[in-house]
């Protein structure tokens, strides 16, 4: 557009007509705005409004602009300009009367403009942050810091304090919240908010992918087009109202299983599973030469993706809904945009990949709400122009507001200027000012945000902006003005609480039975209150009591019988072991890869020794050869078949890992094996009997178990991976698998345990295999083959 007026004005250099042009917001100009300013200032008066005070650190980063707009009155005759002490600057661009047609020297003359706040603490704030001015001032209510640990933790204490203004009387409209970048955070600040009840209008734009609409818009066209792939078609059926949650979970489990790979081969599982033709797709390959209609029928598939879930209701649309209409139709004018140049010319249509790439870098509003009645949420750069009776600055934390400086990827300062090129300037300095604008927009009260730890309890280092706001308060002002929220604070204190639902929550917590007085609850909400308090206490005081249930009863009785591997669980962590163990989910995904190698490894040495016996440095290179046999035939009844590209890899480590163990049991073997795969107490065909221990009875399976010296037996267990535990460890970690089986060995097989050891099969061996083994070690018979930290008297 500056362009564009500047060559109208070449043309007719007397079209502006004198009218003065003030320029206000614009605290950064492009050098075709500059040149317009130089034109238009030819002929007109033309004021420039700039934040900007001389040898003030927080201003600096426009320093170069006033440089730029001062430069534009060096031409013979031009005053010079003339500097005054102030607090904002303006700079003015006059001109004298001048015949039509001509060109007059142009003056710059700057202005006071008046300072607000001027005994305030705001004002304070704003006439001395970064400067060596002296004095402090009392904080008194219009410093605020809000302190919390967590991302959610910190926008929720925002919300709630909002809330609280809002019922106070404030206008909506007179509540801003600044952030310095809203990507990635958006979404939760609407959801926040508006289960807080605060009406809120996001200024930011998020990418497309990250909507529903975007999503399976997308997986759509991939699916249709590019990559065809099985797992497009599964996230486009993910998509809002696209197809029943149980049916795709049974697909997906299907794709992921039988490791199907085409969208093809997805649609027609898809079909017998019972699900409704995807007219979405098959409508898109359609069209696919047909260019404009292809964009046409996309534009359709994006606004049913957002509209469908609404149809034939009049429901209330909660924030990410009301998003999403607003993703789909931008997408939708985007769509027609390129419809439209196609029908000016053939051929300007992007192609299939061309729109797949466009769309995932296209940006839509993060809120299709207007800011009337709202409080918005933008960046410094939206609220230069802009003033509010309360702002609330948020991820006030090193490295975000600060941002950290980002080079040019490409050239150094140097490079650019010997290039012709503006440089890019500091950082530091453009950080300082976003935050002094952030300062200087509250009339009543500011509130500073930060995070004192992230969601897992690590530390987390607030912004040195926070500290250089303290530094101009009397005394020792952060505890008074401080509000927290920590992570195991998980209910707002009661006279704190934003909404009517977290005020019995709050209530609950502290057993309360109905709202105190001195929360001056209305009656009518307090009747609400206190039958949900009494219900709640009532569930706190209820214990569990002796189970009378005969069917829960006899399921109880069942269950003696528990594995080695699930009692260890049980004593690491109980809930792990009542997910795994007991509620036994279906995994959408294929058994995870070590768990299926394991199980090939296992396997492949329990036949090779059942076939050859013990090994030697006589009949290694058999064995290796029956193993890579062995091998091939059990990966082919797996996902790890050889035959399979992405598996080969994977199958060339285990022949890898099963050859290097059997050199290294010929070389160092410990005695001669006498059980293998050495199963109890689980199937009637096992070879031994549970074992029974205090109530319950002991299922297990041993790999291995080799007789040593004049009779005893040593216990080996193959891990596939390359860590396994030590005695040590094995007692800190309560590992008890080994010690059990030691236990069966005994009381089963009637032979004396000397001990057991893991062999990491994943790693390089040295000889060592780790465990538990019966001392001294001199005495042992086994003393030169482990570490002498692995045995133990007590065993």
Not at 120 to 127: E, I, K, T
Not at 519 to 526: A, H, N, Y
Not at 587 to 609: D, K, N, Q, S, W
Request: glycine share 8%; with cysteine; proline share 6%.
């Amino acid at each position: 557009l500056a362009e564009r007026v500047v060559a109208a004005l070449g043309e007719r250099p007397a079209a502006w007509g004198g009218r003065p042009v003030l320029l206000h917001g614009f605290d950064d100009l492009t050098p075709a705005q500059l040149v317009l300013v130089g034109v238009l200032a030819g002929d007109a008066e033309v004021t420039v409004s700039v934040v900007h005070e001389p040898g003030r650190t927080c201003l600096a980063a426009r320093r170069r602009l006033v440089e730029q707009i001062e430069g534009l009155c060096t031409e013979p005759g031009a005053e010079p300009p003339r500097a005054e002490p102030l607090g904002a600057e303006q700079l003015r661009l006059d001109s004298p009367a001048v015949e039509p047609g001509t060109r007059a020297g142009k003056t710059l003359r700057r202005a006071v403009l008046p300072a607000r706040h001027s005994t305030s603490v705001l004002g304070h704030l704003a006439r001395t942050f970064m400067t060596d001015a002296p004095g402090r001032r009392a904080p008194d209510d219009e410093v605020r810091l809000l302190a919390a640990a967590g991302v959610r933790n910190e926008v929720e204490q925002v919300g709630a304090a909002i809330a609280r203004l809002l019922r106070a009387g404030t206008p909506p409209e007179g509540i801003a919240v600044i952030t310095r970048s809203l990507d990635g955070g958006a979404r939760l600040v609407e959801e926040v908010f508006e289960s807080f009840g605060v009406p809120v209008a996001i200024h930011a734009d998020r990418p497309l992918v990250e909507t529903a609409v975007g999503r399976g818009l997308l997986a759509a066209l991939r699916a249709a087009f590019t990559s065809q792939a099985a797992t497009d078609v599964v996230a486009f059926l993910r998509a809002p109202e696209r197809g029943r949650g149980a049916l795709v979970d049974r697909l997906e489990r299907a794709v992921r299983v039988e490791r199907i790979d085409s969208a093809d081969e997805a649609l027609a599982l898809w079909a017998r599973l019972g699900g409704r033709p995807l007219w979405e797709v098959a409508s898109l390959r359609e069209r696919r030469r047909d260019p404009g209609a292809l964009l046409e029928q996309a534009a359709v598939v994006a606004r049913d993706l957002a509209e469908r879930p609404h149809r034939r209701s009049a429901a209330t649309l909660v924030a990410a809904e009301r998003s999403d209409l607003a993703a789909a139709e931008s997408v939708a004018r985007a769509l027609t945009e390129l419809r439209e140049l196609e029908e000016v010319e053939a051929g300007l249509a992007p192609t299939v990949e061309d729109l797949v790439t466009l769309l995932e870098g296209l940006r839509v509003p993060s809120s299709a709400a207007g800011s009337v009645g709202r409080v918005e949420v933008m960046t410094p750069y939206r609220a230069r122009a802009r003033q509010f009776a309360h702002v609330f600055v948020i991820s006030l934390q090193e490295g975000e507001f600060p941002r950290r400086r980002r080079d040019d990827a490409f050239l150094t300062d140097a490079e650019r200027a010997t290039a012709g090129l503006p440089a890019l300037g500091d950082q530091r300095d453009e950080e300082r000012y976003l935050f002094y604008v952030c300062l200087t927009r509250a009339t009543r009260a500011l509130h500073l945000s930060f995070r004192t730890a992230d969601d897992e309890g690590r530390a987390a280092s607030r912004s040195f902006l926070v500290d250089e706001v303290l530094d101009l308060l009397a005394g020792d002002a952060e505890p008074a003005i401080t509000e927290s929220k920590g992570l195991s604070d998980t209910v707002f204190k009661a006279s704190e609480s934003p909404t009517e639902r977290e005020l019995a929550r709050a209530l609950a917590e502290r057993r309360e039975v109905e709202p105190p007085a001195a929360l001056g609850v209305s009656e009518r909400l307090g009747s609400l209150l206190a039958p949900q308090l009494l219900r709640a206490r009532d569930r706190a005081d209820r214990l569990p009591g002796s189970l009378r249930v005969p069917y829960v009863l006899e399921q109880f009785a069942a269950k003696t019988l528990i594995g080695a591997s699930s009692l260890e669980t049980q004593a690491e962590c109980s809930f792990r072991y009542f997910v795994d163990h007991e509620l036994h989910p279906r995994e959408l995904a294929p058994p995870p890869e070590p768990l299926t190698r394991g199980g090939i490894t296992h396997r492949v040495l329990e036949r090779v020794y059942g076939a050859v016996g013990g090994v030697t440095p006589d009949t290694v290179a058999d064995a290796i050869e029956l193993s890579r046999s062995i091998l091939a035939e059990e990966a082919r009844r797996t996902s790890l078949s050889p035959e399979r590209p992405a598996a080969r890899a994977t199958y060339r480590r285990m022949e890898s890992d099963i050859a290097r163990f059997l050199r290294y049991d010929a070389e160092r073997g410990e005695g001669t094996v006498a059980r293998l795969e050495a199963a109890f107490g689980e199937k009637e065909d096992d070879e031994k009997s549970a074992l029974l221990l205090d109530g319950f009875r002991l299922h297990g399976k041993i790999d291995r178990i080799d007789l040593v010296g004049d009779g005893q037996a040593l216990i080996h267990d193959y891990k596939t991976g390359s860590n396994v535990a030590t005695r040590q460890k094995m007692t800190e970690e309560r590992k008890l698998q080994l010690p059990l089986y030691m236990l069966a060995v005994r009381e089963l097989w009637g032979l004396e345990p000397i001990g057991g050891v893991y062999h990491p099969l994943g790693k390089q061996y040295d000889g060592t295999p780790r465990g538990i083994l019966r001392g001294p070690r001199e005495a042992s018979p086994l003393a030169e083959r482990f570490v002498s930290r692995d045995y133990t008297s007590d065993a």
